[in-house]
Structures are given as C-alpha cells and as structure tokens.
C-alpha cells in the first residue's frame, strides 16, 4: 500500500474510534429537563392525587399543578451534546446528584423519605392555616439519648419539667434552666392509650452545657380525618406549597384558583413558609407546555424565575402559604397578584 493509502486507513481509525467513543463512553455529567406535571387536584391513573377521608370536602375545579425537573442519566458523549444543543436541557455534574459514597437505594430512600416529609408538612401547613387544633409529637428520638426508649417517634407531647407542651419552642424553654444530670417528668402519650410519665435523667446537649433529652418535637395536626396523597415515582420537598393548596381547596366551598390553570412549586414548612427550589426554568417550561397561565415562584426564587419565563406565563411571587392563597384569591377577582 502506498502512503496515501495509509493515511486514509489511519483517518478511518481515528473516525470510527471517535464515533464509537462518543456513541457508547459515558460522561459524568446528567442532564436537567422538564419532567412530569400533576394536577394535585386531580387523579393519577385511578387514584386521587389528594384524598381525605372522614371529612367532608367540597368540589374543585381548574388546576393546581405541581411541576418535576427530569434527571437522564448514563449519558453518553454524543447524547449529552445533543441534549445540550437542543436548549430543552442543562448539563450537571453527576456527583451532584449522584454521590459517589452513596448507592442509588440510599438516593432513592432518601428522596422518597424527602417527599413523605414535604406531604406531612403540606398537611400540618393546610390545617393550621384552616384553624383545626395541633399536638405537639416526638418527630425524631436520638439514638442512645436519655429519651431513647422512654418515648417513642410520634408520642404525643404533654408535658415537660412541670410545664405544658404547646409547641416545639415550650419544649425547649421548658428544659432551658437544666444541667446534664438534672431529673425531670416528661408526660407523653402513646397511640391511643392513656397519659403517662416518666422521670429522665438529661445527658449532656452535644451544643451547649444545658441538659440534654434527645427529642425534636413538631406540630402535627390534631384531628380525626385522614389525609393520604398518592403519587407514585415522585420525590423530593418541592410539591409541598401545592400539595397544601390542594388540600386547603378541597376543605373549603369554593374554588380557590377561580377554576383558573395555575401551576407552581416550593418547599412548605409547617408553620407555612415556602422555601426555594431548584430547578425552576425547566418547571416553568413544562407547566406552560402543560396550559398554565399563572406560577406560584418562591420569593426565593424570583431573580431567576424572571429572567427565564416563558412567554404567556404569569408569575406570582410567594414566601409565605398565606401569599399564595392571597394570590389565589386575586386570580379569581380577575386581579393581578404581586409578581417578581
């Protein structure tokens, strides 16, 4: 073979073996989409996105939808190029998402836990803002901490050191003036069974030289209705504001979004604050695609929201659950709620 030749046999290498290595290597990157819509005030498949039973509820109309990002992973060079060029989708690192001390159970155990968190505090938030009365319980119980097998997760609250428990700060005011060592009753109650208490010696605060009882305690709604969502493959805190409006609509008379298409997103705290997100562009995008008209944007995140709003799409800025039903009642007198 002449010279010519070789080189044409060698640039066909070079070709091939960059076709397959951007065909079939893989990047260390994932990429950041649109992803799924629900109407909270709707179904998935057969089931109700929100139910309460044992209360009555009121029909509701329109759309109070909550928005995904989409995560692609193993993506390979010339996936994640086409992706990117398409402008639908960002590049991430996927140690971001992904950590390496991590396995995939452990990141889906924790996003699924991250979800059931954002709907017990969508419950808490809803309730309080309708007025029904709240306990204080045991949310979590420090391992090998004085609590730690006297109280269990989701006692309830009665009493501590001779002072009532009416929410998480009487706790902690309540055992503010002891040492580590110091004895004092907690009374509590298990389930349905009757009050009890107990004496507990305080172990010492890993934060401070006050005594130290091992309990975080949350509010929780008092009542005796259930509440259940159900929304399979979804995770993360983000749903929470919507989850909440939902539930506040179906316990009201009246449409609370004036039968309007509204979307949004935003984590909720139980005393109703609506912390930022990520995510937001591709949200947007989805929820406008989708027929919304009008987007709830945590305060948060209402500098990028802003810059990135697709074209037709109202925003409405919101940082607390009080904004955004105060919003929602200005979409159904026909008025413009306060944007970003």
Known sequence: MNRRTWTLLTSLLIVVAFGLLGAFARVPFVALGPGPTYDTLGMDGATPVVSVDGQQTFPTGGHLNMTTVSVTDQLSLFGALGLWASGRY??????????????????????????????????????????????????????????????????????????????????????????????????????????????????????????????????????????????ADVGGPSAGLMFTLAIIDKLTPGELNGG??????????????????????????????????????????????????????????VATLDDAVKALDELRANQVPPSC
């Open 90 to 231: 960002a590049l991430a690192p996927r140690e971001v998402y992904f950590p390496p001390n991590k396995s995939e159970q452990q990141i889906d155990q924790e996003n699924t836990e991250a979800f059931n968190d954002s709907q017990t505090s969508a419950e808490t938030a809803a309730l309080h803002y309708l007025g029904y009365p709240m306990k204080v319980v045991a949310a979590q119980v420090v391992k090998g901490s004085p609590a730690d097998g006297v109280i269990a997760p989701g006692d309830r609250l009665v009493s501590a050191n001779g002072r009532p428990v009416t929410d998480p700060d009487s706790l902690r005011a309540a055992l503010a003036g002891n040492k580590p060592g110091d004895r004092v009753e907690i009374r509590f109650r298990h389930a349905d069974q009757p009050e009890q208490a107990a004496t507990v010696q305080l172990g010492q605060s890993p934060s401070g030289p006050q005594g130290f009882l091992g309990v975080a305690a949350a509010q929780r709604p008092d009542v005796n209705f259930h509440i259940k969502i159900s929304l």
């Open 260 to 317: 309007k298409f509204v979307a949004g997103t935003g984590e909720i705290s139980p005393d109703g604050k609506v912390g930022p997100i990520g995510g937001i562009p591709f949200k947007m995008v989805k929820a406008r695609e989708a027929g919304a008209t009008t987007f709830l944007v945590p305060a948060g995140n209402c500098a990028e929201a802003k810059s990135q709003a697709p074209d037709g799409l109202q925003l409405a800025k």
